[in-house]
């Protein structure tokens, strides 16, 4: 385009560009993430403990960690297939089996990706047409809505209450089974809540999908994770194989976060448009990753074992010291989550988080980022070593103390 002369004198004038223009609407309108908004604040402050970002608070086990450095020393840089290196899918498929029940085949039942992350994207772009819906129970995970959303889709949180334990029951999913919609998302152990799904409610959720002829999309990245009892993919039980997509990997249960090492496992036809997507975006998962990956399947149980204990200590310690402090609070059942009331305080969960962050230098994330149905909470990690969350609990605990009566509005800031 030729820049325009100047109204009066006949100069010239550069062509300023309207940038906004050049943006899909789609994306425009497309919120950060509360998470990502909120630390990036922590990250300009000093002296904070975090009780924020959803990571394990320890190290890749020193096995996994030394199998990619000598995958690097041994010269092995180049691309994989798109569906990932066949050894990994081959210990991927024994290691569902063992965690599922469900047996997949390593030709054409597993994709390697580039984390969860990727293979939920990979999932919801193979599977929406314009303007079809996806269910999910809320408050969710972050990315559920805008992937939804990017992928041209309507995503339709089902809330769940505090007094029912955050569990999406059955009769919730069926009175949203309506025509538009495609699948249900369904994340358990949850995030941010560590709820699993009761295994009459999973039965009952599972005939609804097959009535209705949805698709499930099954993340179960925390799966190895749980307390009480073991968890239970929906993909397992009778006819669910045939319509599930079972999302998983390495970097919660493996402490692989940096890894970026995740897969998807479901029904050929699904997988093979998945890969469609794969290999125009991210070709192939990074196979420095997926040696490690190999490494960590084969001979990582017992450091998830222990991982899996340690949690569960951290996770007993937090619960027992905010629900002291006046936090009404569901113990969870898997994850490294609690997702603590902060109704009785009067404040919102941005205002309790940014206070909480401000006075006490203790960093929570505030539950609105979450969804609608996650305002009135705030997440807690309990993957954090345990030094920091008693250096959290007693930062919190004088801060409540000076400015809370129990059960009551808060003290007039300082």
């Not at 309506?178 to 941010?192: C, D, E, I, R, Y």
């Not at 809540?193 to 009952?204: A, H, N, Q, S």
């Not at 929570?364 to 969350?389: I, K, N």
């Amino acid at each position: 385009m030729q820049p325009a002369p100047g109204p009066q004198t006949g100069k010239i004038l550069p062509f300023v560009p309207d940038e906004t223009s050049w943006v899909a609407r789609h994306v425009q309108d497309l919120p950060r993430s509360g998470i990502r908004d909120f630390f990036d604040l922590v990250q300009s402050m000093e002296g904070i403990v975090s009780l924020g970002i959803g990571e394990p608070g320890e190290s890749t086990p020193w096995n996994i960690r030394e199998q990619a450095i000598f995958a690097l020393e041994s010269g092995k840089t180049g691309y994989t297939s798109n569906l990932g290196l066949l050894r990994l899918r081959q210990a991927i498929s024994r290691y569902m089996e063992r965690l599922t029940g469900v047996c997949y085949d390593p030709e054409g039942e597993i994709l390697v990706t580039v984390g969860v992350s990727e293979a939920l994207d990979c999932a919801l772009r193979a599977i929406i047409n314009p303007g079809e819906q996806i269910l999910y129970a809320e408050p969710s995970y972050v990315a559920y809505s805008p992937g939804v959303l990017l992928a041209h889709g309507v995503p339709v949180g089902i809330p769940t209450r505090f007094e029912d334990g955050f569990r999406l029951r059955a009769q919730a999913v069926a009175q949203r089974a309506k025509p538009g919609v495609k699948a249900l998302l369904l994340n358990a152990p949850a995030n941010p809540t560590g709820t699993m799904v009761d295994e009459e409610e999973l039965e009952g959720i599972a005939a609804i999908s097959a009535k209705n002829d949805w698709v499930v999309l099954a993340d179960e990245i925390y799966a190895e994770l749980t307390y009480e009892k073991r968890h239970r993919s929906i993909a397992g039980l009778p006819g669910m194989k045939e319509r599930t997509v079972v999302l998983n990997g390495l970097s919660k249960a493996f402490a692989m976060t940096g890894f970026r090492l995740g897969w998807a496992c479901g029904p050929t036809s699904l997988i093979a448009a998945m890969v469609k997507i794969h290999q125009y975006s991210m070709l192939c998962a990074p196979i420095l990753s997926q040696e490690a990956g190999i490494e960590a399947l084969e001979h990582g149980a017992a450091k998830v074992e222990s991982m899996r204990r340690s949690y569960q200590r951290k996770r007993n310690y937090l619960w027992r010291s905010l629900t002291a402090l006046g936090f009404p609070c569901h113990r969870p059942e898997g994850a490294f989550y609690l997702f603590p009331s902060i109704v009785p305080f009067g404040l919102s969960s941005q205002e309790f988080a940014f206070r909480l962050l401000r006075e006490a230098r203790v960093a929570v994330v505030p539950g609105s980022a979450f969804g609608p149905s996650g305002e009135g909470y705030l997440r807690c990690s309990f993957s954090p070593r345990m030094g920091d969350l008693e250096e959290a609990v007693g930062r919190m605990s004088r801060w409540m103390r000076a400015n809370f009566r129990k059960g009551t509005s808060p003290a007039t800031e300082n």
